[in-house]
């Protein structure tokens, strides 16, 4: 798709727009807002960039992720203009090199690309921190995180079965962004551990394989971190196969009871770090030679059976983020691996 | 293919059959020939590589082009 120089015209009807989107594998699926000249521009002034820059380049099909193009899909996405900032920030956040765009749009892997929002543009774009932040029913949660897809298919070329060569896929490819629940979490934001200040409003991208849900009902904090830590141990995650590391959704009750009992996030980490590892003797002989030697002889030397394989490389290669409502579940994000997760401000608001 | 005096040949293992033609079109090489070889190829060991290198050199030899 060159958008830059295209203008289709269409029969003035949604379903013609849905058909032409769809046989042109534009879209998720979905039905899609016509991304017409004026709605365009209406996004487009909600920036105050030049249209014609260029946030970064998306493999493996290289487009230019140019403001304009990608403001075309976020009109598609369905986002109100005044999420498009954030929608910028989240591209160039995946076209940091580190965040191995290429990788992941063309592994096998079921990676989705994951986000979520820091500081006061979560309230001022409402983005939903609380009941059901993973979930349905808010439209800058869905439309910001369907726009990142639409960004990745359309500009760059990760359309399933050509570039996109997922065996399985998941439903987070279709959209997963959040925000952090910072007025209810005991801890310091996520963004002012990766360097932001608490007034600053950020994005953070991250390459995950999932989510699961851990229920948990204990108020003692050691029993809490074990009985996550065994949760954590999954050989076949690419947290212990390509060296981590995973994230931590925790419910503002589990981080307030782990708070009220002395635990910083640092503290945390450390011990999740370690009641989470699995010994190698626990992953297959395949698995040992094929990943887990190559990964990670370096750091821990020959590998024996009773060798301790952890999820990260270092405690602070887990990464917690309280978000959600009231009640008593976590949720465990496996990371994709060989992706280093990128906070970026969102700077793009309009003179 | 030959840039710059240089034979180009791309490999790819079978599964990235449609990722290499796909990427050898976005960067403007189209008529790039392609080796296809057995899946999957990021896991092998060194010398498990090295054979399969030294058993693909005779098709590979068909795709060089002669200058």
Redesign the interface.
Same mark, same amino acid.
């Given at each position: 798709m060159t958008p830059e120089s295209e203008m289709i015209e269409l029969p003035d009807s949604i379903d013609a727009v849905y058909d032409y989107v769809t046989e042109q594998r534009w879209g998720d699926g979905f039905p899609v807002i016509p991304a017409t000249p004026k709605r365009v521009a209406a996004m487009l002034s909600a920036s105050a960039r030049d249209p014609e820059e260029s946030l970064g380049i998306m493999p493996? +099909?290289? +487009?230019s992720a140019t403001v304009l193009a990608v403001a075309i899909n976020a009109t598609m996405a369905g986002c109100r203009p005044e999420y498009f900032p954030v929608v910028t920030a989240a591209i160039q956040a995946m076209c940091v090199p580190e965040f191995n765009l290429y990788g992941l749009q *063309?592994t096998?892997n079921p990676v989705a690309v994951g986000g979520f929002v820091n500081g006061p543009a979560v309230d001022a774009l409402g983005f939903n921190a609380t009941w059901n932040c993973l979930g349905q029913g808010t439209r800058s949660n869905a439309t910001v995180g369907r726009a990142i897809r639409l960004c990745m298919t359309n500009i760059g +070329?990760g359309r399933p +079965?050509?570039?996109d060569?997922a065996t399985h896929g998941q439903p987070a490819k279709y959209s997963f962004f959040f925000a952090e629940n910072e007025a209810d979490s005991p801890w310091p934001p996520f963004h002012v551990g990766a360097g932001h200040d608490v007034g600053d409003s950020t994005v953070t991208m991250f390459a995950n394989t999932g989510t699961i849900n851990m229920l948990e009902a204990t108020e003692d904090p050691e029993e809490m971190l074990h009985a996550f830590a065994v949760t954590m141990r999954c050989p076949g995650t690419n947290d212990y196969m390509s060296r981590g590391g995973p994230f931590l959704v925790l419910a503002p009750e589990h981080a307030r009871v782990l708070e009220g009992n002395g635990y910083s996030k640092e503290r945390v980490q450390d011990l999740l770090w370690e009641k989470s590892k699995i010994p190698a003797r626990d992953f297959s002989g *395949?698995s040992r030679?094929?990943?887990l030697e190559p990964m990670w002889t370096d750091l821990l030397g020959e590998l024996h059976d009773d060798t301790l394989i952890p999820c990260s490389e270092s405690p602070r290669g887990i990464n917690l983020v309280v978000a959600g409502g009231p009640s008593i579940h976590t949720v465990f994000v496996p990371i994709f691996g060989d992706s280093k997760p990128q906070t970026l401000p969102i700077t793009d608001l309009p003179r | 293919m030959i840039k710059r005096g240089v034979q180009g040949v791309l490999v790819a293992s079978q599964?990235?059959e449609?990722?290499a033609r796909?990427?050898a079109s976005?960067?403007g090489y189209e008529d790039l020939k392609i080796l296809v070889m057995p899946h999957p190829f990021g896991?092998?060991?060194r010398a498990e590589v090295t054979q399969l290198a030294d058993d693909l050199a005779p098709r590979l030899a068909t795709l060089v082009d002669r200058p």
């Open positions: 493996p +099909g290289q +487009g *063309a096998t +070329g +079965g050509d570039l060569r *395949a030679k094929y990943w | 599964v990235f449609p990722l796909g990427e976005a960067y896991s092998l060991t």
